[in-house]
């Protein structure tokens, strides 16, 4: 393809299109993760081990790219394929914040919860891989990593916004006594923000394929160069190092700065914004260094930024509270290189053909290992919990433990990028 395609009005409105479609997108996760996810479970009852669960939830929804396999050869118009399922998932989770309002036992809430957050991630993850695909077809192949990260600092600015002013709202009815305000006011801005979503994709080029040049391929085939390509399988071993090491951790996060930590909702926001402020900038200076190098250099120095992270997180108590600053600081400037560059790692090892299927198949995976990692994490939890935080005679909080087991993951993740995956060649396309 002509790299003069790229400058057409055409390809710039889409590229922009798409870039604010992200920022939209991330505002709805924004709303319903971490402190605000706590927030809203434990109005219902929920405990600290299963709310680390339904956090990880995330991870399990990877599951349903896995269905894109099967459909995505037969996806005719692109556009209204994605559309349908992208604003299921955001009609449902905004109907999160209407559970607690439902006139039925805690119980029947808890269960409605898990529901609603399964069906919103199956509308997202389902096209996933096809929407990540669709919108970055309209990016020079060579200036993606860069793309990528002025998309995530967009998203990252306005994110901070976001989550200050609805933090400071929920934290504001809160003071009164109201929390069921709080969460209508959140269920208000998911739907503003999802109508905002749905404007963007309009505004993106259709990718239509006519009957007579659509090729279905078989699913031997389609195996054969995901599964069967040795390099791709070293790139889904590492996601699943990754996964398994963050799920481990971060789904018991939110529970133990609200309530362990002491902090409000409002404060947790503001420290969220600082970690995103680190990694709004270095968000372009990892994606030029990825550009210029390779993807797998940059998650290397992610990694390692994240392992820091994770380090210094095993030492946050509450009377040390002030250190889950620094792990949030370097969790979110780690991600500036993770995030991104383990979707486009996958552009360097399998055709082009097959990029929604890999994608799918590798974050399934990883998703699968991390939810499962998640729930053997929570039954640890709750071991150390139900031992007044003590396990073999030390004091210990349950979340400083874990965050010691993602640490040390984390390290294996360094090293088997370092020593394979950085040895493999890269497919230029």
């Known amino acids: 393809m002509s790299t003069d395609i790229y400058q057409s009005p055409e390809y710039k409105r889409s590229r922009k299109a798409y870039c604010i479609e992200c920022a939209f997108e991330y505002f709805v996760v924004l709303l319903v993760t971490d402190a605000f996810l706590a ?9 600290d081990s299963v709310t680390g669960i339904i956090s990880s939830f995330v991870s399990l929804a990877f599951l349903f790219q896995l269905l894109s396999i099967f459909v995505i050869q037969r996806v ?5 394929f994605i559309m349908v399922f992208h604003m299921l998932g955001r009609f449902f989770f905004m109907s999160l914040y209407i559970v607690p309002f439902l006139p039925f036992a805690k119980e ?13 991630y199956f509308g ?25 990260a002025g998309k995530e600092m967009i998203s990252l600015v306005s994110g901070m916004v976001v989550t200050l002013v609805v933090g400071y709202v929920m934290d504001y009815f809160e003071a009164m006594d109201n929390m069921d305000g709080g969460f209508v006011f959140a269920a208000i801005s998911i739907f503003i923000f999802a109508a905002c979503d749905f404007i ?9 394929k ?19 390509n040795r390099n791709f399988v070293s790139v889904i071993i590492l996601t699943v190092l990754w996964d398994v090491a963050r799920y481990t951790t971060i789904g018991f996060l939110g529970t133990y700065r609200i309530k362990e930590l002491m902090y409000t909702v409002g404060a947790v926001q503001l420290i969220n914004i600082v970690g995103s402020m680190g990694r709004f900038a270095l968000s372009k200076p990892f994606g030029a260094y990825s550009d210029k190098h390779t993807y797998a250099k940059g998650i290397e120095l992610g990694l390692t930024v994240a392992a820091a992270g994770f380090a210094i997180n095993i030492f946050t108590a509450p009377e040390t509270r002030f250190l889950i600053i ?24 399998v055709d082009s053909e097959y990029f929604v299927q890999a994608s799918a198949i590798k974050n399934s995976i990883g998703g699968l290992c991390g939810f499962g ?17 003590m396990i073999f005679g030390i004091h210990i909080y349950g979340q400083q433990l874990l965050s010691l087991i993602s640490f040390v993951l984390i390290i294996f993740a360094v090293l088997f990028t370092h020593f394979v995956i950085e040895k493999q060649k890269v497919m230029l396309q």
């Not at 991600?335 to 790692?345: E, K, R, S, T, Y």
């Not at 939890?381 to 139900?386: A, G």
Request: hydrophobic share 40%; proline share 2%.
């Open 39 to 47: 927030k809203l479970l434990s109005s219902i009852g929920v405990s």
């Open 76 to 80: 005719r118009n692109t556009k209204r």
């Open 108 to 120: 029947f809430k808890q269960v409605a919860v898990i529901i609603c957050i399964l069906v919103a």
């Open 124 to 148: 997202n993850y389902f096209v996933t891989s096809m929407l990540y695909k669709w919108g970055n077809s309209f990016v020079d192949p060579h200036k993606r990593a860069s793309y990528s």
């Open 200 to 208: 963007c994709m309009l505004l993106v080029k259709n990718d239509m």
């Open 210 to 228: 006519p009957k007579e040049q659509r090729k279905i391929v078989p699913m031997k085939e389609v195996l054969r160069n995901t599964l069967g």
């Open 326 to 349: 620094g792990y949030t600081l370097l969790y979110n400037v780690s991600m500036a290189g993770i995030n991104q560059n383990l979707f486009n790692v996958t552009y360097s090892y």
């Open 373 to 389: 990692a998640s729930l053997l994490a929570g039954r640890l939890l709750e071991y150390v919990q139900s031992n007044g935080n």
